[in-house]
């Protein structure tokens, strides 16, 4: 029954969000035949506002299906304790696990689920939302947390979708009450052999020095395929537009 309804709600937001925003999705390099097959990990890099559900208005059913059936999702303790934030929060992954900030039994939670060959594991990897002042809530630049390292090493086979978010601060930044409508939301998509990502990274620097060297991929790989808020339509060398 809750696959259903998680489903549900998923298509009501992606026909909202199609209503009152634009899209542009474009692929980093040329779209993977079939993308959207053998999922088992989706990461959302750069984590600016609590809206990001909208980016289901350029998501394909298959996907959202998949996130209703056997989506994984943590969800940090002080998002889930909002009292219409953390209600809602609830209900866009068949699995929500709620997350401490701390390497504790809540993330081991999470690591249990990657043992379901079917499991779709939806995580936002930096841990926290970036401010309009481009830092932390704290004033700390936005650095990846080493969690999906953790989930890297445990996946066996399947693919990573790595999406890269152009920011939410045009549409609604932490903190505002009401979003801005009829903006265009960006974001790149990029695909990624899990075990031959790992076995590259493990060859180079070793299982001690796997999870800094992921940290450092991925906060090179965001800074280099983000686009920017204002950025054009044209798509990138390889790419198209959705």
Not at 71 to 77: K, L, R, T, W
Request: net charge positive; hydrophobic share 40%; aromatic share 8%.
């Amino acid at each position: 029954m809750r696959r259903y309804l998680v489903y549900l709600l998923l298509l009501l937001i992606k026909l909202a969000s199609k209503v009152f925003w634009r899209f542009d999705r474009q692929w980093i390099g040329a779209e993977p035949e079939i993308p959207w097959e053998s999922l088992r990990v989706m990461a959302l890099l750069n984590h600016t506002s609590l809206f990001e559900p909208i980016f289901t208005g350029a998501a394909p059913n298959q996907l959202l299906r998949q996130m209703s059936r056997s989506g994984v999702v943590p969800v940090a303790q002080k998002t889930l304790a909002r009292p219409f934030v953390g209600r809602f929060f609830r209900l866009v992954g068949h699995n929500v696990v709620s997350i401490t900030r701390a390497r504790d039994h809540t993330w081991s939670e999470v690591l249990k689920r990657i043992d379901d060959p079917d499991a779709l594991i939806v995580i936002m990897p930096e841990g926290r939302m970036k401010r309009p002042t481009g830092l932390d809530l704290h004033g700390h630049p936005m650095t990846v947390r080493g969690g999906i390292a953790d989930i890297l090493l445990g996946v066996p086979s399947g693919h990573m979708l790595l999406v890269y978010s152009g920011g939410l601060h045009h549409i609604h930044a932490p903190g505002e009450r009401f979003p801005r409508l009829f903006q265009t939301a960006r974001l790149r998509l990029e695909l990624i052999d899990i075990p031959v990502y790992r076995e590259k990274l493990l060859a180079e620097v070793g299982e001690r020095g796997f999870k800094p060297a992921v940290v450092r991929d991925l906060e090179r790989r965001r800074d280099s395929y983000c686009p920017t808020e204002d950025e054009g339509d044209a798509p990138p060398e390889g790419g198209r537009a959705a």
